[in-house]
């Protein structure tokens, strides 16, 4: 998959663990799991906002892309 997540190496930035980070929004370790392994396919721009003014980083901090060609015919 070309988009990555990169939360831990926000994270690992903010000296903070996933477990702090999941008490601090009110979410479950579980769910933030998912998250960080890229097992999600989808993630509400809700969770994602508070997980940025947690983190005091933007959206793009949390996420990467690699280019692929195959994005470009690929269905949603």
């Known amino acids: 998959m070309p988009v990555q997540v ?4 926000v ?5 903070m663990t996933g ?3 999941a008490e601090a929004m009110g979410l479950s370790e579980t769910q933030l799991s998912l ?3 890229g097992k999600v396919r989808g ?3 809700a969770t994602i ?3 940025c003014a947690v983190l005091e980083c933007a959206p793009g901090d ?6 692929d060609p195959a ?3 690929a269905e949603d």
């Not at 990169?6 to 190496?9: G, K």
């Not at 994270?11 to 000296?15: C, P, S």
């Not at 949390?62 to 280019?67: A, R, T």
């Open 19 to 21: 477990k702090q980070l």
């Open 11 to 15: 994270l690992a930035k903010r000296g």
């Open 35 to 37: 998250f960080r392994s």
């Open 71 to 73: 994005d470009l015919g």
């Open 62 to 67: 949390l996420l990467g892309y690699d280019y």
């Open 6 to 9: 990169t939360l831990d190496a």
């Open 43 to 45: 993630i509400r721009f």
């Open 49 to 51: 906002a508070k997980m």
